[in-house]
């Protein structure tokens, strides 16, 4: 991909929209990233367009085999200022998930700068609204017209916008988890540990399981014991024990969110005593029968932190401090957002300011 992007303007633009009204992810801005990919050429010809439909084949490779990967991240307003939080990290794993998937890489200082152009031109689409923000959207799929399974040859990569409401409207509410025993969601070894698109296609059964249950977001135990807690919906998980925040380590099929990681270093810093660790459900379920477990939430860009206020195990329900916000995740949500909103010092270098 070369340095140069060329940018079409649009001939008119679109009415802005209210955004306490939208509907995460239905509403997109004027404009949008392309670049593609050949191998005699590598990746070719970014440009900023107007944002449209893409034309592709019915037999394009990534629709028949799933080689597509995407990340997700924010830009957030602040007086006359656009700050994106830590754009390099995802630029980092969006090369992960393409080599995990036998797709090429990206130039990652490009990508950010690519990013960086197409925020400036629609700068006037970050709302600045309690908790609003801009939702960015990297995504890259397999698009060489062949019926055959082997890595393809040429690749579409594009980047769009769409404005976004807060995910609580403006407060914490906690929410309901049910944990799957029939379905897995990864093992270690395939693709779980990177952001493809049929790890999310293979969560929607498991998904809907729950919602007619009552439950809102599912709890995943690992694939081969089914007996280790791994990750909550599209989320990583937290929990308080005996005052310690813990979460399952790392190791292979759990997804590294950038969000987990930041929430540990930010933990850290404030002085708790942060763990990762396997975690059996059986030990979660000893704590919350005992009350050593005080406090359970998710982490992830969509919601930063979502708390846990009631759970079955096994068709067993638990209630979680009472479904109550937990000072911990209140603490912790409140300082990652004022420095995402550049209302609190940001001691990390997280920061990027357009």
């Known amino acids: 991909m070369g340095q140069t992007i060329q940018i079409e303007k649009a001939n008119s633009l679109k ?66 200022d656009i700050l994106l939080f830590r754009p390099d990290e995802n630029f980092k794993r969006l090369n992960t998930s393409l080599e995990r998937l036998a ?27 309690p908790g609003q923000s801009l939702y960015i959207r990297p995504f890259i799929f397999a698009d060489e017209a062949f019926l055959g399974v082997r890595s393809a040859r040429t690749y579409k990569y594009n980047i769009i916008l ?22 897995v969601r ?25 919602a007619e249950l009552g439950y809102e977001q599912v709890l995943w135990l690992d694939g081969v014991e089914q ?16 005052n310690e925040l813990i979460t399952p380590q790392l190791n292979g099929s759990i997804l590294s969110g950038i969000t987990r990681k930041s929430l540990i270093q930010l933990a850290e810093y404030k002085g708790y005593t942060v763990k990762e660790e396997k ?20 982490s992830g860009t969509a919601a930063v932190i979502s708390p ?7 068709g067993e329900d638990y209630v979680v401090n009472n479904n109550q916000v937990g000072p911990v995740a209140e603490d912790l949500y409140n300082h990652y957002t004022g420095i995402q909103y550049g209302t609190l010092e940001d001691p990390f270098g997280w920061i990027v300011k357009l």
């Open 162 to 183: 769409s404005p976004v409401a807060g995910y609580y409207g403006g407060q914490l509410d906690p929410t309901s988890i049910y944990v799957e025993d029939d379905y």
């Open 227 to 242: 007996k280790y807690v791994e990750e909550v919906g599209s989320m990583n998980i937290f929990f308080v024990r005996n």
């Open 103 to 129: 797709m090429p890489k990206i130039n990652e200082e490009t990508s950010l700068n690519a990013l960086y152009e197409l925020i400036k031109l629609e700068r006037d689409w970050v709302p600045d609204g």
């Open 15 to 80: 009415e802005k929209p209210d955004v306490s009204t939208v509907k995460f992810g239905t509403v997109f801005t004027d404009y949008m990233f392309t670049s593609d990919y050949t191998p005699e050429h590598g990746w070719e010809e970014p440009a900023i367009v107007p944002y449209k439909n893409l034309e592709i084949s019915p037999a394009a490779n990534g629709i028949h085999y799933g080689q597509s990967v995407f990340e997700g991240l924010k830009a957030y307003k602040n007086g006359d």
């Open 308 to 314: 846990i206020g009631r759970m079955n195990v096994h």
């Open 279 to 298: 975690i059996l459900l059986d030990d979660l379920r000893d704590g919350l029968e005992d009350g050593s477990i005080s406090e359970i939430f998710g």
């Open 186 to 210: 990864a093992v270690r070894g395939g693709v779980g540990a990177i952001k493809c698109a049929g790890n999310y296609a293979a969560s929607i059964l498991a998904q809907q399981k729950a």
